[in-house]
């Protein structure tokens, strides 16, 4: 884990003012940048959609953004003289619990540089900037992502990530996927034909099945404020196993059931949640979707049987209901294992920044409480 360091950012933020290019460049909280909701989605899409074309990716569209920032623009713009837009950066306010307090991290995301200004400079500038920003409003750490398919010459993902891998400030951590519609995914996934080959086999060896049949006993409910003492219960009976002791706060989980998709499983007979699988809908393209999961929890008490049921159940509904082709999930979010058809597809690399102490580290975000996206 990296402690941040305030005097080498300045530092380094006074040497890039040296260059050319960054001269005449100032940066901008978003909310104070003139920037509205819609040119900041359009600037990020136009960005993302250069880099990854019709690769799966998260879209950062007005509803997402909306959903995970609220009312208020939440990052850093960086803008030329003329005030054209040249780049930007946001991050989401997280609360998680710690000694019975709710504490603050924050993820940052979307960096986006439009393609004329790559490779100046500007991406380093503004994770430069929002770090010291988020640094200033008492936030107790930061956690970013970088994309391996983002690897081109000047990126983020050469300039920050594989430097900060080599001093072991970031960690790697494996995306698992779960295929329901194999012609969908080959259509709209952009893989290669190893890849294809690799997404055949595993949809024929773990075929979508379209069953409900839960035990008799379960029933699988949506977000109910009531029940949060029972998903910190179950998070409590999950995380004694995998050593992790990070805790999400009622805010994080109530966001899923404003905005996005929450399933628990719960026990009749005994008032108590045996599972969770939340998390969010990713448009690919004709009203498709694949389901980006930020946390899949089932309770280590249920046999094989009554996980692949649970499983099945919310796969029927994301996939006949919901439209979706498939699943992710970063091992941050969970791992339902392979023996439910659920394989590695890829790789990111996760870095963290403490601005205090807070006995949190890399390997523990690692373990897992729910997906820091």
Not at 23 to 29: D, G, L
Not at 150 to 164: D, I, K, M, V, Y
Not at 331 to 347: L, R
């Amino acid at each position: 884990m990296m402690t941040f360091n305030e005097t080498y950012a300045e530092k380094q933020m006074q040497l890039m003012e040296r260059h050319p290019e960054l001269r005449n460049m100032v940066s901008v909280p978003l909310d104070e940048s003139g920037v509205n909701l819609e040119e900041l989605s359009a600037f990020m899409e136009r960005c993302w959609t250069h880099d990854y074309g019709r690769e799966p990716r998260l879209r950062f569209s007005q509803a997402f953004l909306s959903w995970n920032m609220g009312a208020r623009l939440t990052g850093l713009a960086a803008k030329d003289a003329a005030g054209n837009l040249l780049g930007v950066i946001v991050y989401f306010k997280r609360g998680y619990l710690k000694d019975g307090t709710v504490r603050y991290y924050a993820i940052e995301t979307g960096l986006s540089v439009c393609p004329d200004s790559r490779g100046k400079g500007v991406g380093q500038w503004l994770v430069l900037g929002i770090r010291q920003m988020i640094r200033k409003m008492g936030i107790d750490f930061s956690v970013s992502w970088y994309d391996s398919r983002h690897n081109q010459p000047g990126s983020s993902f050469l300039t920050l990530a594989e430097n900060r891998a080599r001093k072991g400030d970031a960690v790697s951590v494996t995306l698992l996927g779960r295929v329901m519609d194999y012609e969908g995914t080959v259509r709209y996934g952009g893989f290669s034909p190893v890849e294809k080959v690799a997404l055949r086999l595993t949809s024929l060896i773990f075929p979508y099945l379209s069953s409900t049949d839960l035990p008799g006993r379960f029933q699988v409910m949506g977000w109910s404020a009531d029940k949060f003492c029972h998903y910190l219960d179950l998070l409590a009976e999950v995380q004694s196993c995998n050593r992790s002791g990070l805790t999400p706060d009622a805010g994080i989980f109530s966001k899923w059931g404003r905005g996005g998709r929450f399933y628990a499983l719960e026990d009749r007979e005994n008032d108590r949640v045996y599972g969770l699988f939340f998390g969010h809908k990713v448009l690919l393209e004709n009203h498709r979707f694949y389901f980006q999961a930020d946390g899949i929890f089932i309770s280590p008490a249920l046999s094989f049987f009554e996980k692949r049921a649970f499983l099945r159940h919310v796969e029927q509904i994301l996939c006949e209901t919901e439209n979706c082709i498939g699943v992710t999930v970063s091992e941050t979010g969970g791992n339902p294992g392979w023996c439910h058809g659920y394989f590695p597809v890829a790789s990111q690399v996760l870095s963290m920044d403490a601005y205090r102490p807070t006995g949190i580290g890399l390997n523990r975000l690692k373990a897992g409480f729910v997906e820091l996206r």
